[in-house]
């Protein structure tokens, strides 16, 4: 008996799934942080099972143009950049720190407070360094993109390279969850770079 009442239950249970899978795909689907909240997989073979991808990607997203597209258009969200420049090790600091907006610890409001510590102890923020020879600094970042503004997490290396300095740059998004149009991104923090050192 008790068998026979535990299989219905799981036939009823399997049934209401997949009326609710079936409404699904008649309807609109529903998107948060450009994530398709009502699109699902097949967990073992990866397939759509109650949208089409050709007419509903699962991730959208906006591009530079501010154009909704397919996510998987919007090229990698993560880069980076290396250049080499003239300009001194210790000057091309100064001048990435201060463009890119990363923060030493007399940047922080009051360095002994307890949220200073809190914000220093974050995995974002790094500032190592050894003047006249090599810094390696992380913090979070700001680029607008498209009349939006998107946090990112950011690093660098700026290495002393003769009488000048050679700058390694990456970055990623500070929230996995919001996309933007790579390839218009490394553009823009590549220019932002270029000009600091300019």
């Given at each position: ?6 299989a219905?239950?799981?036939?009823w ?11 699904c ?61 003239y300009v ?5 600091y ?44 992380g ?5 607008a ?31 996995q969850?919001?996309?933007y ?11 932002r770079?270029n000009?600091?050192?300019?």
């Open positions: 008996m008790r068998q026979t009442r535990n219905g239950i799981k036939h249970v399997v049934a209401v799934g997949v009326v609710v899978l079936a409404g795909a008649a309807q609109d689907h529903y998107y948060s942080n450009g994530v398709c909240v009502t699109c699902f997989d097949n967990p073992v073979t990866g397939e759509p099972l109650n949208y089409d991808p050709s007419e509903t990607p699962q991730q959208v997203a906006t591009n530079a143009e501010g154009q909704t597209v397919d996510a998987k258009s919007l090229g990698n969200q993560s880069g980076s950049v290396a250049i080499d420049s001194d090790v210790d000057t091309a100064a001048r990435i720190k201060s463009a890119m907006g990363f923060r030493s610890a007399n940047d922080f409001e009051s360095p002994e407070s307890i949220t200073a510590k809190m914000q220093m102890g974050d995995v974002a923020w790094k500032h190592d360094r050894t003047p006249g020879a090599y810094y390696n600094l913090d979070y970042g700001r680029q993109l498209g009349g939006i503004q998107y946090s990112i997490l950011q690093r660098v290396q700026i290495e002393k390279n003769g009488s000048g300095s050679r700058i390694h740059y990456s970055w990623a998004p500070a929230d969850r919001t996309l149009d790579g390839d218009a991104m490394e553009s823009l923090l590549t220019q770079l000009a600091a050192l300019d």
